[in-house]
């Protein structure tokens, strides 16, 4: 979790690109603005969901 202007946005690490179920149900009963999921992978936006690199983590 991030906490941003008093707002949380979740967090999610993945070891491979899959589904991320529990970051979907928290951004369902939560409604953030922002949800992040780190991947082995490239980033992409869908839904509000920002993958990123797990590399840049650090940009966060």
Known sequence: ML???GEVEPV???SSRGATKSLNEFVERFEPQTAYKLIDGNAGH???KIT???F???FL
């Open 3 to 5: 906490e941003r202007n």
């Open 12 to 14: 999610e690490v993945k």
């Open 46 to 48: 869908l839904d509000g």
């Open 52 to 54: 990123l690199p797990q």
């Open 56 to 58: 840049m983590a650090m």
